[in-house]
């Protein structure tokens, strides 16, 4: 099975990393019991769904992964196969997910606010450096997941209020893929963007790791402030920025 494969494929890279990793270290990595995780390493025990959705996030496995590997566990299993109306469920998940995990998604909800915004995918691609097609796809699925909404006279606006936050077993990794789009971003854009277009700062400091859960709540309540204002403030709304703490722009103004 693949799933085999790939389990047996990222303890061999993490024992290259250091040749002194476990089974055991590997297993409390996966959150599985270690008994369990010999016997699946070797065949002797199958792959059940319950075991995808616990090693899934630990293996940053993509929604498309995920669901590849769990049609192959359920036949592998000889399980009887899930309704129509299950399958239909678990497609809008992935598709919610890719809102999540995909970086533009964002950018065109923000840029349905720019006065120049055009809802075409030559348009997007242009303005994105994405391709035509991912602009299209991207646009069907805003729509068909009601965060993109066409007015009467035609224009396409971003529905008003945050994205839900959908509770779904893959959501944890397709933030992550996201963070590591955003992180990415930031590097190239050091090199893209003059500096008055953009600030990457930070701060060097011990602290109790006790206080680790106050700073994050401080650090999300200083997000939703800075957010609050810009959005008040912007009078004249002309790019999409990305704060991360590090703030750069995502589109091409070329």
Known sequence: MKIVKKLNSEFERKKNLNPRYSLRAYAKFLTLDVSVLSRILTNKTKVTSKVLKKIAEPLSLTPEEYQTLEKEILLHNKRRSPDLSNLALHQLHIEEIKI????????????????????????????????????????????????LIQEDDGSIVAKPGPITEFQETLVPIAIRLRQKQVLKRAIEAMDLFPFH??????????????????????IKKFRRSLANFIDKKSKNKSRVYEISISLFPWDSQD
């Open 100 to 147: 999540i995990q995909d970086w533009y998604h964002y950018v065109i909800l923000e840029l349905t606010c720019l006065p120049d915004f055009e809802p075409s995918a030559e348009w997007i691609s242009n303005r994105l450096s994405i391709s035509e097609t991912e602009a299209q796809l991207a646009l069907e699925r805003l729509v068909k997941l009601n965060l």
């Open 197 to 218: 277009e953009r600030d990457q700062s930070a701060v060097t400091i011990a602290m109790d790791t006790d206080l680790i859960p106050e700073v994050k709540e401080k």
